[in-house]
């Protein structure tokens, strides 16, 4: 038995010399050290010894099962470290390398101005109001003193979705929706987007955006609308820009005017932009007239008030000098990054 116990653990430290990972060694410590192991096995064999022999043959078979154990928990330690050690290698980083830059998208141009305007006008007491872009008749012409057979229909030429229903022509569909739910004061602005069936060009879109204003209150007038557009040119523009008021016709304001600043590409001398006028215009105002206003359960003999369109496309475009109104929807980030 003890010649048996010394070819066992010959052969044990042989194997575990020639682990090479560490499913090996726990497979050669199951089978030397387990309940069912080589060493445990002859532990149970040491009945068939004499009481003299007993003794003597277990201290042998514990010695001979410390050995294999403890080569068997550094050859595991060994492997681990290996392991360890071939992991950090793959797994460097060459902090020499140029890093990966993630890119950061920015606001579209449009937004930007959208945000600057916004800002404009909270600052001078606006509220902010949305309306649904798929608008009833009743709210996008009636309402706004375009009844069926006004000729101001045929310039609009809307997208129809139904008898009653179209996708809206401008935003001002939106401060009929507010007149009828809020009692005045009111101040709002109802920035968002429109629709018309307009060929596309450098200056047309069948898409594109307004914001429009209202204010009504007691005592309003024109030198108040006046007020208001001059402060916001400034703001936009600059202090030194000049604004200009033309007399035009809205069929849902009366009087009506047309507001041209002083062009940002020639400051006013005049060039192919402005057409060699010297003057861009911007929006179309006017005071809100008294059919609105009583449309909406409003009494213009007690109430006046004033409402602006502005065309953000337009002013961005004049902003940033950019020559063609297509650039800002075809989202080719060459243009874009430039912004």
Not at 261 to 272: A, D, I, L, Q
């Amino acid at each position: 038995m003890k010649e048996k116990l010394e070819v066992i653990k010959a052969a044990a430290m042989e194997a575990i010399s020639s682990a090479i990972d560490e499913k090996g060694i726990e497979e050669l410590r199951v089978k030397y050290l387990g309940k069912k192991g080589e060493l445990t096995a002859i532990l149970k064999q040491m009945g068939s010894l004499s009481p003299e022999e007993r003794p003597k043959m277990g201290q042998l078979v514990n010695e001979a099962k410390s050995v294999v154990e403890e080569a068997i928990g550094n050859k595991a330690d060994q492997l681990k470290a290996k392991a360890t050690e071939l992991k950090l290698k793959a797994e460097t980083i060459d902090i020499t390398m140029p890093p990966k830059v993630n890119k950061v998208g920015k606001l579209h141009p449009l937004n930007t101005v959208l945000n600057d305007m916004i800002d404009i006008f909270q600052s001078m007491g606006f509220d902010v109001l949305d309306g649904p872009e798929v608008e009833t008749d009743h709210y996008n012409f009636e309402c706004l003193n375009v009844p069926a057979d006004h000729p101001a229909r045929d310039m609009q030429d809307t997208f129809y979705l139904g008898e009653n229903l179209l996708l809206r022509t401008q935003t001002s569909a939106a401060q009929i929706r507010t007149m009828e739910t809020r009692k005045p004061p009111i101040r709002v602005i109802c920035p968002g987007r429109v629709f018309r069936a307009d060929e596309v060009d450098a200056t047309h879109s069948p898409v594109f955006h307004q914001i429009e204003g209202l204010v009504v209150d007691k005592g309003v007038t024109m030198c108040d609308l006046k007020g208001v557009l001059e402060q916001f040119a400034h703001e936009i523009y600059g202090k030194d820009t000049n604004v200009k008021f033309r007399p035009s016709f809205f069929p849902f304001t009366e009087p009506s005017v047309e507001v041209d600043v002083t062009c940002s590409e020639c400051g006013g001398k005049g060039c192919r932009v402005c057409k060699g006028s010297g003057w861009i215009e911007i929006l179309g105002a006017g005071m809100v007239h008294p059919n609105v206003l009583r449309s909406c359960g409003i009494d213009p003999e007690e109430y006046s008030g004033f409402a602006f369109g502005i065309g953000l496309d337009r002013l961005t475009t004049t902003r940033y000098k950019i020559s063609d109104i297509r650039h800002l929807f075809e989202n080719d980030k060459r243009f874009l990054e430039q912004f």
